[in-house]
């Protein structure tokens, strides 16, 4: 049977975001034995999220998790002064444990809901044996992020140049792990309370890794199959006008 990928993907309310999960559920439709947990940063499951899911035609679990008032960017913060979506990956990383039978062959994928992802790579993770990484596109302030060559599975050099001393120079699209490997570490988990830059690294060393025990894939590390790509904010600032001139508001 073909392992299956769970995929854990926070989300929360903006104008953008219904565009960006009809991009990325449109990618997953063509994933075969994936399941997606999608978590809202949200009080309460919103119709719309609940809504979309129930017509996107995928295998799916919908959780919610408010971010913590202290750790929520406000609208107008610079979007790296907090790490985003930490308490929603742990809830995902939650109904893994409580849900899915330890004898599941899988692997485990954290999926941003605005990257771009490349069909080609749902097949690379799918047989992961432990944990594997490989670049991430216009991250890092770089062209790529994480390995930058590799040989029969071997990570040689890391192409990174801000805080190279990370245990792990990589962004979250650039790595997933085998369940198993992910049961055995009962307290693996995301966490507010690291520097900056450090969320994926502090994930992956709660799992007991270090480089030297992450596979490179995708051709040797030398193709960018997952691009940290983000959708505009969209203003709106023209709303505000038609309401104003008693325009009624339509959806
Ligand atoms: N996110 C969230 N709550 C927030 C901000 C972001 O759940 O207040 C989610 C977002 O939908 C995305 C992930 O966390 O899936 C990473 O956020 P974002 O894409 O804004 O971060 P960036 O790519 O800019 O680092
Ligand atoms: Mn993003």
Redesign the pocket.
Same mark, same amino acid.
């Given at each position: 049977d073909l392992p299956v990928i769970y995929a854990v /993907?926070? /989300?929360?309310t903006r104008w953008t975001q219904k565009a960006d999960l009809t991009r990325l559920a449109q990618t997953l439709l063509h994933v075969p034995n994936l399941h997606w947990i999608v978590v809202e *940063?949200a009080e309460r499951k919103t119709p719309l999220v609940t809504k979309f899911l129930k017509y996107s035609g995928l295998q799916y679990t919908h959780l919610n998790s408010k /971010?913590d008032a202290n750790y929520?960017?406000k609208a107008d913060d610079p979007?790296w002064l907090l790490p $985003?979506?930490v308490a929603?990956r742990n809830v995902g990383l939650s109904w893994i444990r409580k849900n899915v039978p330890p004898s599941t062959s899988g692997v485990l994928y954290l999926m941003?809901? *605005?990257n771009t992802y490349s069909l080609k790579l749902f097949e690379e993770m799918r047989t992961i044996a432990t944990a594997a990484v490989w670049p991430v596109g216009l991250t890092g302030g770089l062209k790529f992020e994480g390995p930058g060559s590799c040989s029969g599975g071997k990570v040689l050099s890391w192409y990174t140049a801000w805080k190279p001393e990370r245990p792990f120079p990589i962004d979250m699209a650039g790595f997933a792990v085998n369940l198993k490997l992910f049961f055995q570490h009962k307290n693996a988990e995301f966490s507010n309370k690291v520097p900056r830059g450090y969320l994926e690294s502090h994930f992956l060393t709660s799992l007991d890794l270090t480089r030297d025990d992450v596979e490179g894939k995708v051709e040797d590390c030398s193709e960018i199959l997952v691009w940290?790509t $983000?959708t505009e904010k969209a203003t709106l600032k023209q709303e505000a006008k038609l309401i104003s001139m008693g325009n009624p508001s339509n959806p």
């Open positions: /993907t926070p /989300t929360y *940063d /971010t929520k960017l979007n $985003r979506g929603q941003d809901d *605005d940290h $983000r």
